[in-house]
């Protein structure tokens, strides 16, 4: 099968067309997709909280990647679940999604969403995993609607094999009061493209989204974060950051869009990329748009190699220079890998990297 998306992470107010980020395409020949062979809902379900595998007709809403990779997703489903948790209801231990791109399944497409009714909470995690030799696809669509005073946690972690080609589309709604607060863990895949938008409508409404990339060999990363800012008193936070090295390659956009009736909405949004070799290509947009008065908004990207004083302080202590580089990696990614509520997962990553990271040898 030919997969063909020309408009995906599209930057809602482009740039110079010769800097090559105003979007990007996904065009690879991918394994025929069929229903979803196996179990991929695990462990215990929370109580209280309504857990189906039927597709649920949601209302339309927007998503990081574009109305194109939507509706691919929609149109294409392998599998997926819809979540929904009446009001007042706070469900105690998440509900785990475990895909697996593999022989019995090589192409794998999720579409899954989580309804959270006014008042209540819920967790959801989702990790996504292969052979390491493994030529094979996955697509993610994640649906989120915070009702008012809900609050929606969404945990994601993609340790795909270095032959997979992999997307991950999400979308948020949230009403008073209503906060989505998303981790996730872009860690796998030869090519990757992640994408989100949030729609932040009711006053105080919140995203609290936290990222970690890593990208080594000729791996191709390309993200696009958009919090659209409606409700007054609004609050974004969009945080992220990776390493790099090889002959790696990253994109990163990040957009918080102010629109009328966002008074004294806040915004903030953070890239960090640590470089491991001058072969990298490393992009980054953060983009403020405002059209309201009285908001606050500030953005930051940054690049370079590992501080010289930290990295002398761990060598001071016994560490070989390269011991101490892995260290701060670790260090850099464990506040996001810390948010994984299931221990077995969170295990399962920290070893995922601590392997990846056995692979550098040299530094330039």
Not at 57 to 64: F, H, K, N, V, Y
Not at 145 to 162: E, H, S
Not at 320 to 333: G, H, N, W
Request: proline share 4%; charged share 25%.
């Amino acid at each position: 099968m030919n997969l063909e998306l020309a408009q995906v992470n599209t930057l809602p107010a482009p740039t110079w067309f010769r800097l090559g980020i105003n979007d990007t395409k996904l065009t690879e020949e991918i394994p025929e997709l069929r229903p979803y062979r196996g179990e991929y809902l695990s462990g215990d379900l929370p109580e209280g909280a309504e857990v189906s595998k039927r597709s649920f007709p949601a209302p339309e809403l927007s998503t990081g990647m574009g109305d194109e990779v939507r509706d691919f997703s929609e149109d294409n489903r392998t599998c997926g679940v819809t979540v929904r948790v009446p009001d007042g209801v706070k469900a105690e231990r998440p509900v785990f999604l475990s895909y697996r791109v593999d022989e019995t399944n090589p192409s794998v497409l999720d579409v899954n969403t989580v309804v959270a009714g006014d008042g209540s909470e819920v967790t959801v995690v989702m990790s996504y995993t292969s052979p390491t030799d493994f030529h094979g696809f996955h697509g993610g669509l994640t649906r989120l609607y915070a009702g008012k005073n809900a609050v929606i946690r969404l945990v994601q972690v993609q340790m795909l094999g270095d032959k997979c080609l992999h997307y991950d589309d999400v979308g948020a709604q949230c009403a008073e009061n209503g906060e989505v607060k998303v981790t996730q863990a872009e860690l796998g895949a030869k090519s990757t493209a992640a994408g989100l938008k949030a729609c932040l409508r009711g006053r105080k409404s919140r995203l609290n989204l936290d990222t970690i990339y890593f990208g080594d060999r000729s791996r191709s990363i390309d993200i696009n974060y958009v919090a659209e800012q409606l409700g007054g008193a609004s609050r974004s936070e969009i945080h992220a950051s990776g390493a790099l090295m090889d002959e790696s390659r990253k994109t990163f956009r990040g957009t918080i869009n102010f629109l009328r009736g966002a008074k004294r909405a806040v915004g903030h949004e953070s890239e960090y990329t640590l470089l491991f070799s001058p072969k990298v290509v490393n992009r980054s947009a953060p983009l403020i748009l405002c059209t309201e008065e009285d908001v606050e908004g500030q953005h930051a990207a940054s690049a370079g190699k590992i501080d010289a004083d930290r990295l002398f302080y761990l060598m001071s202590r016994g560490l070989s220079e390269m011991d101490a580089r892995k260290l701060l990696i670790e260090a850099q990614f464990r506040p996001v890998t810390d948010r994984i509520p299931i221990p077995a997962l969170r295990e399962a990553v920290f070893k995922y990297v601590k392997e990846r990271l056995e692979t550098i040898e040299s530094v330039s």
